[in-house]
């Protein structure tokens, strides 16, 4: 049964960073297509960054130049960086596979506020 966990998350005033992790115990972690979601309050659940097994990237537009998606097969663990945070960065943040396939994790909190 494959497991997530995410943590790194936090409140931190704009213009802050956070570095999110999550590990996902599954065997084929070299393989997968995997992702960074995120829930906000009242909304849908959307996918923020991804990155290929060949470690191609890709990001929503809101958060290009911001956000940097990376991963360690070793440790099977997923992260991402979070750079000149702003209020709207305010969600709940997931990990999974792209699309997301696995059971969700707890999430992890990231709130930005002054």
């Known amino acids: 049964q494959v497991q997530i966990v995410e943590s790194g998350g936090g409140l931190v005033q704009p213009g802050g960073s956070l570095r999110l992790s999550c590990v996902v115990s599954?065997?084929?972690?070299?393989?997968?297509?995997l992702g960074w979601y995120r829930q906000a309050p009242g909304k849908q659940r959307e996918l923020v960054a991804s990155?290929?097994?060949?470690?191609?990237?890709d990001y929503i537009d809101f958060v290009k130049g911001r956000f940097i998606i990376s991963r360690d097969n070793a440790k099977k663990t997923l992260y991402l960086q979070m750079n000149s945070l702003i209020p709207e960065d305010t969600a709940v943040y997931y990990c999974?596979?792209?699309?997301?396939?696995?059971?969700w994790g707890q999430g992890t909190q990231v709130t930005i506020s002054s």
């Open positions: 999974n596979v792209v699309p997301g396939v696995f059971e």
């Open positions: 599954v065997s084929t972690f070299t393989i997968v297509h």
């Open positions: 990155i290929t097994n060949t470690r191609t990237t």
